[in-house]
């Protein structure tokens, strides 16, 4: 008996250093950096799989971190880096998106976008950045992380009384929960319309330090919750289903958006477009929007530079943005048409992010680059998933004035050709 409890406790401990390794995908080019992250305390990575390109590591979960902390200061990138949930799924990494039917991009919804474009107000972009960025540090582990998805819950919350009108926290083990609101699709329910940026933040110190992130990504979160505030205050029904994500724990191998992506692929979820809103609010460049070309979609992009060009009054211009970028990865590995307009070329990033003075301060204090891909947004979001306003809701038109002044010399002779039927039944009496 006593050898048999001793056997089971040295096939315990023989196990035990697989129970910390993890596999990650990573741009060729920043192996070296796993290695040193690994060197710090005499271990080793192993290359486990790969291509020209990519590279499959196997890496001890306590590397993880500092990696992150290491790929922002060696080579600028947020993430940089896939966490993988099996060493299957890391090397699927390595594979070309699954194909799936090409969607027809049509711009016919003019009237519905106008409607709604007036609306989206700067000023509510600002306070939203403000009210995260004001937190600590959106952390995916800290208290702070866990809060900051209660708050936008219910904030979310409150943008609609509407019964079919959802907003969920995701769970995946992690204090921080990734928060999704939907409004169900009309006659096209089960196809879905993903705009998503992160919730979470990130700075030296984990969960005790100072990471306001006010533009990465504070702004796209603010960005996209302006979208939906004022989709909903206009009773929007779409024709298929709208989701908006803000996703937990980017910063550390986009594990939010990850688990969201594995989930919907379980349950056959058919999503027909991904927009990510990382980083709006900070105008570097001489252009506005900037549009990544690698790990998104050609056709998709080609429809975003329509909808500018039609809708939000703004320059464009292309760019890439390197291995795992943002979340948008997540979906294109999928097969998803994913696309991410960029607040700035590359050359002309902001250098802030991911330090204590990521603040409204050293971005756009007024919220005017931000309200460009708030445009775009809802011009996404209302020509990809179609539908109408609610019957009840007419689309708003200003009449010219010349109207107005007809209008009101109708409505005055109405009143005295009243009043003079009223004195005239007064006077047969
Ligand atoms: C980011 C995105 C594009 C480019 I070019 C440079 C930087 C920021 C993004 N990767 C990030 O930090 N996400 O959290
Ligand atoms: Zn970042």
Request: charge should be negative; include cysteine; glycine fraction near 6%.
């Amino acid at each position: 008996m006593r050898s048999l409890i001793l056997a089971a406790a040295i096939a315990g401990c023989a196990s035990r250093p697989a129970d910390t390794t993890r596999y990650i995908s990573i741009d060729a080019d920043a192996i070296e950096t796993a290695r040193t992250v690994a060197a710090r305390h005499g271990a080793r990575i192993e290359q486990v799989d790969g291509d020209a390109n990519i590279a499959v590591i196997a890496i001890d979960a306590a590397d993880l971190e500092p990696l992150s902390e290491l790929m922002h200061q060696e080579h600028h990138r947020c993430g940089g880096f896939m966490l993988h949930e099996s060493l299957e799924d890391a090397h699927a990494a390595l594979l070309q998106p699954a194909f799936k039917d090409p969607i027809k991009y049509t711009l016919d919804r003019a009237a519905l976008v106008q409607a709604v474009l007036p609306e989206l107000d700067r000023t509510r972009i600002l306070g939203t950045i403000r009210e995260l960025s004001a937190m600590k540090n959106r952390y995916y582990r800290s208290d702070q992380g866990a809060a900051a998805s209660l708050w936008l819950r219910d904030r979310w919350r409150s943008f609609s009384t509407r019964s079919d009108v959802t907003v969920e926290l995701f769970d995946q083990g992690y204090p921080q929960q990734s928060v999704i609101l939907t409004i169900p699709g009309s006659t096209r329910p089960d196809e879905i319309v993903v705009i998503g940026g992160h919730l979470d933040s990130i700075a030296p110190g984990g969960t005790s330090s100072t990471a306001p992130g006010a533009d990465d990504d504070a702004s796209g979160i603010a960005t996209l919750t302006e979208v939906a505030r004022v989709l909903l205050a206009k009773d929007y029904r779409p024709a298929r289903t709208i989701k908006f994500m803000a996703y937990a724990a980017e910063e550390v191998g986009l594990r939010g958006s990850q688990a969201i992506v594995r989930a919907y692929k379980k349950r056959n979820i058919n999503v027909v477009g991904a927009l990510q809103l990382d980083m709006t609010n900070y105008k570097g460049s001489d252009k506005d929007i900037w549009l990544m070309k690698d790990f998104t979609d050609a056709a998709q992009n080609t429809f975003l530079t329509r909808l500018i060009d039609t809708y939000v009054g703004a320059t464009w211009g292309l760019d890439v943005c390197g291995y795992a970028c943002s979340d948008h990865a997540a979906w294109h590995r999928a097969g998803v048409p994913a696309s991410m307009p960029f607040e700035s070329a590359s050359r002309d990033r902001n250098q802030k992010i991911h330090t204590p003075s990521d603040t409204l301060e050293t971005s756009d204090r007024n919220a005017a680059h931000a309200v460009k891909f708030a445009r775009l947004g809802a011009a996404y979001a209302i020509e990809l998933a179609k539908g109408e306003l609610a019957s009840s809701t007419s689309i708003a038109q200003t009449p010219p004035a010349s109207t107005c002044w007809w209008t009101l010399f109708g409505f005055a002779g109405l009143g005295l050709a009243g009043l003079g039927l009223t004195r005239w039944f007064a006077r047969i009496d």
